[in-house]
């Protein structure tokens, strides 16, 4: 018997991540699209890992080009999140207004972002409906610490304190969880 879709996708839901905007280049044209499947993978040599759907315009890109770039959100930047998610209507250039800067390979790196890795395809798998792309981190940087953009059940978050043996409901009161 195998797991329903709707069961996994609302299991996965409940697994808070960051967000990220993953970016590429290739020739003049860069892209970019929100990214919360992204992890680091070994340190020597650094490699990171993110999971790219084989529908979307990044996922040709990045294996054509061999580069991407993770951008790592604050949690002032949701409105960003959204962007390269595809979720703001009438958005034709998602890098509009951003003085992208670049590092070593060419990819954008947003500015203000918690951190940056600028990484070359090291290697890449299948992934089922997606591909999994490790990249060999060749640069990255840090800027000002600010708390992290979030996401959870399918809702942008931040971090808010964690006390022990009190587990708050989410949203809104209807979820109770049981103490620990
Ligand atoms: C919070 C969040 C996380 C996402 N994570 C991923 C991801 O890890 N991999 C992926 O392929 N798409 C992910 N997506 C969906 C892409 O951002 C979305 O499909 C985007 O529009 C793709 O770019 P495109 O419109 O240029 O094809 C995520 C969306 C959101 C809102």
């Not at 709707?6 to 299991?11: G, Q």
């Not at 999140?81 to 947003?110: K, M, N, W």
């Not at 009190?166 to 949203?171: G, K, L, M, Q």
């Amino acid at each position: 018997m195998s797991v329903s879709i709707d069961t996994f996708k609302e299991a996965m839901s409940r697994f808070a991540s960051g967000v990220t905007v993953v970016t590429t280049r290739e020739g003049d044209t860069v892209h970019g699209f929100t990214a919360s499947a992204f992890c680091s993978v070994s340190l020597e040599p650094p490699l990171v890992l993110v999971c790219v759907a084989r529908t979307i315009r990044s996922h040709d890109m990045m294996a054509r080009s061999g580069i991407f770039a993770v951008n790592i959100l604050n949690a002032n930047q949701r409105h960003l999140g959204e962007r390269f998610a595809g979720l703001v209507p009438d958005v034709q250039d998602r890098f509009a207004d951003l003085a992208y800067e670049t590092a070593t390979t060419g990819s954008p790196i947003l500015p203000d972002v918690l951190a940056w890795l600028d990484c070359r395809v090291w290697a890449s798998y299948d992934g089922g409906d997606h591909t999994i792309f490790v990249g060999e981190v060749v640069d990255a940087g840090v800027n000002e610490m600010r708390p992290p953009l979030l996401y959870f059940h399918r809702q942008w978050a931040q971090i808010g304190p964690s006390e022990r043996g009190a587990v708050e409901s989410w949203p809104e009161g209807k979820e109770k969880s049981s103490k620990t």
